[in-house]
Nanobody
Framework: QVQLVESGGGSVQAGGSLRLSCAAS????????MAWFRQTPGKEREGVAY????????YYDDSVKGRFTISQDNAKNTLYLQMNSLKPEDTSMYYC?????????????????WGQGTQVTVSS
């Protein structure tokens, strides 16, 4: 059974930084993707950053390119999202996800495992 536990959310002023962590337990295929999604009330959950575990390839939504960095610590089985130059529009609940194959890495519906989320609030 795979479990994902996010941490690191909080409140920050615009221009500030936060680092989110996702601690994973259970067996996650090395030939799969992990990702960060975010969702605000009344809106669909959207993908922010994606990480292919086999070779470390990364993909980003245009809204966060150059500001966010997704990475993984294999030894700790932990996924990270470093968020810099935060904007008020980044305010959202952020979710860690795992289990999509490479072909569907950027497809929300193909992620089998989800964390409970961590709130990020950016004030202007």
């Amino acid at each position: 059974q795979v479990q994902l536990v996010e941490s690191g959310g909080g409140s920050v002023q615009a221009g500030g930084s936060l680092r989110l962590s996702c601690a994973a337990s259970g067996l996650i295929s090395s030939r799969s993707c992990m990702a960060w999604f975010r969702q605000t009330p009344g809106k669909e959950r959207e993908g922010v950053a994606y990480f292919y575990r086999l070779d470390g390839r990364t993909y980003y939504d245009d809204s966060v390119k150059g500001r966010f960095t997704i990475s993984q610590d294999n030894a700790k089985n932990t996924l990270y999202l470093q968020m810099n130059s935060l904007k008020p529009e980044d305010t959202s609940m952020y979710y860690c996800a795992a289990g999509a194959s490479w072909y569907f890495c950027q497809s929300r519906d193909y992620y089998a495992y989800w964390g409970q989320g961590t709130q990020v609030t950016v004030s202007s």
